[in-house]
């Protein structure tokens, strides 16, 4: 089935989302993603009804104004992104460059909108005084309005109502949960990028800190998931996590790499998953029960 995916994001798990999914309880009150970018994971779960609550998060607030106009009034947020993509025909280039300062002086979300389906790689990135810098993509104009509504509306369908919508830092969203959520995290690539890493609003994830926040949702029996390392063929990246966090790790065949390919190189690049052992028990698997549950020659288990 073909998932909606309104908002264009770099580091979207929508291609995997897939993969993730049968790591989810079939059942949970809350989902919840401390680190929602375009939410892939929540859409996904949404549309396989997995959860009667979902809380989207993101340190980034006009991206989480985008989210609340996206759910609330999907007619608004269609109408003014199929206004600016008819605007710009003729005068695609200059036009960009005045929706960018736009967005830079009122943080308006529908031109956040337009900038994220037009910009290099769908990928935000800021200057040091917090404006956002990313260049046009002049190869493309930006997705059809026409297609950009039905998922807006199919979107709004799967949210309203059951989305809590916040922009707060991961800590403060994860210290709510209970025991019968269940948090999906995906935080910025470290290793990768470091703290500083531009393509976000914040300055990263520290790891430390991430590792104390971690500890505590172990202490506190709460179920998670965590999208978090990776490697491609032998290069790996990411901070190893403590052993003592007792973390099921499982790694999901994310196809090609594009830059390797550009360079000739064909590897595979793998994203790592690790499960809280609470969640292991909730879900009631073994390593051998997960193989046969999940069937797919694009997980390799490797519990750790
Ligand atoms: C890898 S992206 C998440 C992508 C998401 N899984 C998706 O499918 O689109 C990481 C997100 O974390 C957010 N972020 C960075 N630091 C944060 C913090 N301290 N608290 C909450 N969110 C943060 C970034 O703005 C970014 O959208």
């Known amino acids: 089935m073909k998932l909606p995916h309104p908002i264009p994001y770099q580091g979207s798990k929508r291609n995997i989302a897939k993969f993730i999914l049968p790591f989810f309880p079939r059942q949970m009150e809350t989902l919840i993603e401390p680190f929602a970018g375009s939410a892939a994971i929540s859409i996904a779960a949404a549309c396989a009804g997995k959860a009667s609550r979902f809380h989207l998060n993101d340190i980034n607030k006009p991206l989480m104004t985008l989210w609340r106009s996206i759910i609330n009034h999907p007619e608004e947020i269609a109408d003014g992104y199929e206004r600016l993509w008819v605007e710009q025909q003729g005068r695609e280039r200059r036009y960009y460059d005045q929706i960018r300062d736009l967005f830079n002086k009122t943080q308006e979300p529908q031109y956040l909108f337009y900038l994220l389906a037009r910009c290099v790689k769908a990928s ?12 046009p993509d002049n190869r493309r104009l930006g997705r059809n309005p026409d297609q950009m509504k039905e998922d807006i509306f199919a979107v709004s369908n799967l949210f309203h109502g059951r989305a809590k919508i916040t922009s707060v830092d991961y800590r403060d969203v994860i210290d709510s949960a209970t025991k019968d959520d269940l948090v999906y995290m995906d935080p910025p690539y470290q290793g990768v990028c470091g703290t500083d890493d531009p393509r976000y609003y914040s300055n990263g994830v520290k790891f430390e ?18 999208s978090y390392d990776g490697r491609t063929g032998t290069k790996t990246y990411g901070k190893q996590l403590p052993r003592e966090l007792g973390l099921g790790r499982i790694e999901i065949n994310a196809g090609r790499s594009t830059q390797l390919t550009l360079l000739g190189k064909s590897e595979n690049t793998f994203e790592a998953i690790y499960l809280s052992s609470d969640l292991m028990n909730r879900l009631e698997i073994t390593e051998k029960e997960l193989a046969r549950q999940v069937g797919s020659k694009a997980i390799q288990l490797a519990f750790a």
């Open 124 to 135: 935000i990135r800021y200057n040091a005084k917090g404006e956002f810098n990313q260049s």
């Open 209 to 226: 800190e991430f590792i104390l926040a971690l500890e505590s949702l172990v202490r506190r029996r709460i179920s998670f998931v965590l």
